[in-house]
């Protein structure tokens, strides 16, 4: 384990990370930002990796995250990171597979954030570590399991937001609607000036009549370690 601690760069924050694990980029914090998570809620940040969007979500909206991570080595970075920040009352990291999230919370949470794996399992380069692997694709859960797990977790008038490829929005856009998460806020994100887009971002409501809002394009924001 080659453990190394990240600058957040947002009031002394820091993140534990391991380097043989999958690390966090500027998509996770993009999300973190997005989503407008309302002070004293309830989130649920699925697919939490080291936790950045936890922490994040916790200490700029004053939220409590319930953050759920299949890998133990980072959901158990995840813990670590929370108690570092001062943030143990808010941030819990509960290290189980998404799938299971309907049987163990129920319908509580107010909002849901999602950084899931992008690629489609037999599509493109596969790490030949497993828990990158499957960090990066669909080989322990799928779009559709994905969608089903935030339909079923977050009350009615709840918001989903997640982050994915631009190459996969109409199937992001059906998947959600079909499990009433209605599709509401539209951010499409570029890599750099003058490049195509790759990455959006999706808000979601549970219940929510249509009416899609789309935003200005625009570049990420490069996150830089402290």
């Not at 947002?10 to 690390?23: A, N, P, R, S």
């Not at 994905?146 to 997640?162: E, H, Q, S």
């Not at 856009?173 to 951010?187: D, F, G, H, I, T």
């Amino acid at each position: 384990m080659a453990q190394r601690i990240d600058d957040l760069q947002y009031k002394g924050l820091k993140l534990i990370q391991d380097t043989d694990e999958f690390c966090f980029g500027c998509d996770a914090v993009e999300l973190a930002n997005f989503a407008d998570v309302k002070a004293g809620s309830l989130a649920a940040d699925l697919c939490s990796g080291t936790g950045v969007i936890a922490v994040l979500t916790a200490a700029k909206r004053n939220a409590r995250v319930k953050a759920v991570e299949i890998n133990p080595i980072t959901s158990a970075l995840l813990a670590e990171s929370a108690r570092l920040n001062g943030l143990s009352g808010q941030v819990e990291a509960y290290c189980m597979r998404v799938q299971e999230c309907r049987a163990v919370f129920g319908r509580i949470f107010d909002a849901v954030l999602a950084n899931p794996p992008y690629r489609k399992a037999g599509s493109g380069y596969r790490h030949g570590k497993p828990t990158v692997a499957y960090a990066r694709h669909e080989l322990e859960l799928t779009l559709a399991e994905l969608i089903d797990c935030a339909a079923g977790i977050v009350r009615t008038g709840g918001a989903f937001y997640v982050v994915y490829p631009t190459d996969r929005l109409s199937e992001m856009l059906s998947a959600c609607s079909q499990r009433r998460l209605e599709p509401k806020v539209l951010q499409i994100l570029t890599p750099a000036e003058g490049k195509p887009p790759h990455l959006f971002l999706l808000k979601c409501v549970y219940g929510g009549r249509p009416g899609l809002k789309v935003l200005p394009q625009r570049t990420v924001r490069a996150y830089t370690e402290g």
